[in-house]
């Protein structure tokens, strides 16, 4: 499974410095729709979250292997949520609540 993260990987920065030039579209690759199979949209989360991390300039700061498996078990967790139907709204409802209940607890 390695060597297929670190094929993404690379077709990834390849992508990604084509679409730096306006030339190359990678949202033909990173939308799919929800009946998609679940290794399209794990291919799909792990472009992204790849191309993300490229634009960041933080794609290559840990090593491949490191990475790939950050992005990895990040597009697991993302595909997880979905498939039990939390979407990122849901976390970031929890996220607010958080906050705010930490806020309250320290203006006491």
């Known amino acids: 499974m390695t060597s297929k993260l670190f094929a ?3 077709i990834v920065t390849a992508l990604s410095a084509c679409s730096s030039d306006g030339g190359f579209d990678l949202s033909k690759y990173t939308a799919v729709d929800s009946n998609a199979s679940v ?3 794990l291919r799909a989360c792990l472009i992204s979250e790849a191309n993300t991390k490229f634009q960041n300039g ?3 700061a840990n090593g491949v292997t490191a990475t790939a498996d950050e992005l990895t078990n990040t597009c697991i967790q993302k ?3 979905q498939s039990a139907g ?3 709204e849901s976390q970031s409802m929890a996220s607010t609540i958080i906050q705010n209940l930490q806020n309250y607890g320290t203006a006491q």
């Open 8 to 10: 993404t990987l690379a």
């Open 79 to 81: 595909l997880a949520l």
């Open 39 to 41: 290794k399209t949209r």
């Open 86 to 88: 939390i979407s990122s």
């Open 58 to 60: 933080t794609l290559f």
